[in-house]
């Protein structure tokens, strides 16, 4: 299972540009490394990350092999109005993760 955190300052206004950060607990293997046995660890990265704040997408990303382990994004937005922050990424095995939380805006 795929864990994931998101972050931003509290309390947020409206208006103002506020900064996100994502973590995701993934092991991003490249399909490069060995096992203990020598076996090739088979290819498992995130291939896209789609951040939406309400009905708009504020970030998307298609990740490469290159990203180390547990990646971490980080990104600004302007918070107009509460609404729903939901991340969600698919990696190489077909598992979809997805983060939900609101974004309260006084």
């Not at 290819?43 to 504020?58: A, D, E, M």
Request: hydrophobic letters at 40%.
């Amino acid at each position: 299972m795929t864990l994931a955190r998101v972050q931003w300052p509290d309390p947020i206004r409206a208006g103002d540009v506020v900064k996100v950060r994502v973590l995701i607990q993934h092991p991003m293997d490249t399909g490069y490394l060995q096992d203990l046995t020598g076996h090739l660890v088979p290819r498992n990265v995130i291939r896209q990350l789609t951040c939406t704040l309400g009905p708009q997408v504020v970030l998307r990303v298609e990740p490469s092999s290159g990203i180390a382990s547990n990646p971490y994004f980080e990104f600004y937005l302007r918070a107009v109005e509460t609404a729903e922050f939901r991340a969600q990424w698919w990696d190489d095995r077909g598992l979809q993760g997805v983060l939900t939380q609101t974004l309260k805006v006084g």
